[in-house]
């Protein structure tokens, strides 16, 4: 079983930076296709990014393509993602997921969460 614990979100001005991790307990990474979701307040979770248990980003969502990047670090059994050109409309809470079998765009795909860490964009 994978624990996931994701840091680094916070209140940042428009057009702004932040990195958010998710660090890995219990378990390996290296197996996993790891993607970040997002959940903004009377929304549903929301797919943006994930990366194969190979590494390298394979598939995110159009609104993030280009300011957001998925890079993952096996030995550190860590995942990162690297929003830049920050909008208010990229404002939820973000969560780390695994999943074993397939990496899709589902979050019935993937087997373990971590807790979320909240995005705050400012117009």
């Known amino acids: 079983q994978v624990q996931l614990v994701e840091t680094g979100g916070g209140l940042v001005q428009a057009g702004g930076s932040l990195r958010l991790s998710c660090a890995a307990s219990r378990g390996t990474i290296r197996l996993y296709h790891m993607a970040w979701f997002r959940q903004a307040p009377g929304k549903e979770r929301e797919f943006v990014v994930v990366s194969s248990w190979s590494g390298g980003t394979t598939d995110s969502v159009d609104s993030v393509k280009g300011r957001f990047t998925l890079s993952r670090d096996n030995n550190k059994n860590t995942v990162y993602l690297q929003m830049n050109s920050l909008k208010p409309e990229d404002t939820a809470v973000y969560y780390c997921?695994?999943?074993?079998?397939?990496?899709?765009?589902?979050?019935?795909?993937?087997?373990?969460w971590g807790q979320g860490t909240q995005v705050t964009v400012s117009s």
């Open positions: 997921a695994a999943g074993f079998r397939s990496g899709g765009r589902s979050p019935l795909e993937y087997d373990y």
